[in-house]
């Protein structure tokens, strides 16, 4: 076993070549592909946002990097680590804050936050229990039993616990499934005071417009293959299309049929939305084309291309969109 990391991997924080997974079929099921030959680098130092519908393979994805899950084939390296090879260093690379909330009822925050770093092997002098647990907002709690903490709470305190051997990539698997609005606000507060600290971020998330928000990298994960990987914003100018959104002056019952072309629909609200390709079409030519249709404009909005979009274009699954919680395009 060797403790030197291979330089050029390095570069990367994960990195997965070829990695496949076959689950056993159980109970006369057949095996189940679920990962089929993924190649994925993160880099040091992004945020990165693993997105795919649900079963595209995330979760197993992320249970064979925290050593849950045996991969079937390939090789996967963390921080420079191979899995195989060095799996003790490649393990405290990584922080892995998992979907389920699986906290053992009877301990305080302070007392599990101590255990983990036990585990761990931190030294008493080295803990940073207090200043973690500060930095999740839960030093008020730090003696209450888990049992009597807040499902935000309790997510807040995965997070803390992830953070104890102060791994430089934390991994994120569904952080704000069941967490309201403002503690979610709150953990990505704390989840960016991280990666400007230097803290490389992967998190898997269904909520599109979270991971457009926060996320400069993006893989998208379908059937478990990888069907897009790319910056953020190259993903998005990958879609050269917009939306118009016309206020008619007076309701419309349908979309004019002389708008065919720009895919109509009459939201629910009685806006008109056209699609259109900017590089192809002067926006002039589309205004022209709905005066040309009789439709007198009272108000008038663009929109540019969403994750949604890119999202739906990739995987070609309108249910997967609407479950991965996007909203917002729901009345087209
Ligand atoms: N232990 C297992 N045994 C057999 N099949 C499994 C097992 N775990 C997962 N699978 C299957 O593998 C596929 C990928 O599942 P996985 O949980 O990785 O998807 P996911 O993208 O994380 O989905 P979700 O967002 O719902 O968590 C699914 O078809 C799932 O049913």
Redesign the pocket.
């Known amino acids: 076993m060797t403790d030197t990391t291979d330089t050029a991997a390095s570069q990367n924080a994960i990195e997965a070549r070829g990695l496949e997974k076959t689950?056993?079929?159980?109970h006369g099921q057949p095996p189940?592909h679920?990962l089929k030959g993924i190649d994925l680098a993160i880099p040091q130092g992004s945020i990165f946002g693993l997105l795919?519908?649900?079963?595209?393979?995330?979760?197993?994805?992320i249970n064979i990097l925290a050593g849950l899950v045996m991969k079937t084939a390939g090789s996967v390296s963390i921080w420079g680590f191979d899995i195989d090879r060095n799996p003790r260093n490649a393990r405290r690379s990584i922080g892995i804050v998992p979907?389920e909330l699986n906290l053992d009822p009877f301990f305080t925050p302070r007392e599990a936050m101590e255990i983990q770093a036990g585990l761990y092997g931190v030294p008493k002098r080295a803990r940073k229990t207090e200043e973690i647990l500060a930095a999740v907002g839960l030093t008020d709690k730090a003696e209450a039993y888990a049992r009597s903490l807040s499902g935000g709470m309790r997510r807040r305190l995965l997070v803390a616990k992830a953070m104890v051997h102060s791994p430089p990539i934390l991994v994120l698997d569904?952080p704000t499934a069941g967490v309201d609005i403002e503690l979610r606000a709150q953990l990505w507060d704390y989840v960016r005071q991280l990666h400007a600290a230097g803290t490389t971020i992967v998190l898997?998330t269904?909520y599109l417009e979270e991971a457009e928000e926060l996320c400069d990298r993006i893989a998208i994960?379908n059937n478990?293959e990888v069907v897009a990987h790319d910056t953020k914003d190259a993903l998005l100018r990958r879609l050269d299309t917009k939306r118009l959104i016309v206020r008619p002056e007076a309701a419309l019952a349908q979309a004019p049929e002389a708008l065919k072309a720009f895919e109509p629909a009459v939201r629910e609200d009685g806006a008109l939305v056209l699609h259109y390709a900017p590089s192809r079409m002067p926006f002039e030519d589309v205004l022209d084309a709905v005066h040309g249709a009789g439709v007198r404009i009272a108000d008038l909005s663009t929109e540019d291309a969403d994750l949604e979009s890119v999202f739906l274009s990739l995987t070609g699954s309108r249910a997967a969109a609407a479950k991965a919680g996007a909203g917002g395009l729901a009345a087209e």
């Open positions: 689950y056993r079929g159980q189940k679920a795919g519908p649900n079963g595209a393979g995330k979760s197993t994805f979907q569904e898997t269904h994960i478990g």
